[in-house]
Nanobody, 123 residues
Framework: QVQLVESGGGLVQAGGSLRLSCAAS????????MGWFRQAPGKEREFVAA????????YYADSVKGRFTISRDNAKNTVSLQMNSLKAEDTAVYYC????????????????WGQGTQVTVSS
């Protein structure tokens, strides 16, 4: 069982930055691919970014490419999402996810989820 706890959300003006963190309580953190998803009001949860077990490869949704950066620290069991040049359309609840099999942009394929952290970008 993997428990994921997100932090770092909040209210920021458009053009600003936030850094989200996700702490995982699992002994074999480096065995899991990690990802970030988000869900805006009235919309389905969508893929934002993901990172491989070693951290050597990252993936991004087109909507955040060049603005967001995902990283992980396997020694600290954490994954982070640095969000720059934030836009009003980035407003959503952001979720951390973990998967043993691999990386997918499809929500239902991920094994474990955190409770989410709210990010609100004011225009």
């Amino acid at each position: 069982q993997v428990q994921l706890v997100e932090s770092g959300g909040g209210l920021v003006q458009a053009g600003g930055s936030l850094r989200l963190s996700c702490a995982a309580s699992v002994r074999t953190f480096s065995s899991y691919s990690m990802g970030w998803f988000r869900q805006a009001p009235g919309k389905e949860r969508e893929f934002v970014a993901a990172i491989t077990r070693s951290g050597g490869t990252t993936y991004y949704a087109d909507s955040v490419k060049g603005r967001f950066t995902i990283s992980r620290d396997n020694a600290k069991n954490t994954v982070s999402l640095q969000m720059n040049s934030l836009k009003a359309e980035d407003t959503a609840v952001y979720y951390c996810a973990a998967d043993l099999v691999g990386i997918s942009t499809v929500t239902r394929t991920w094994d474990y989820w955190g409770q989410g952290t709210q990010v609100t970008v004011s225009s």
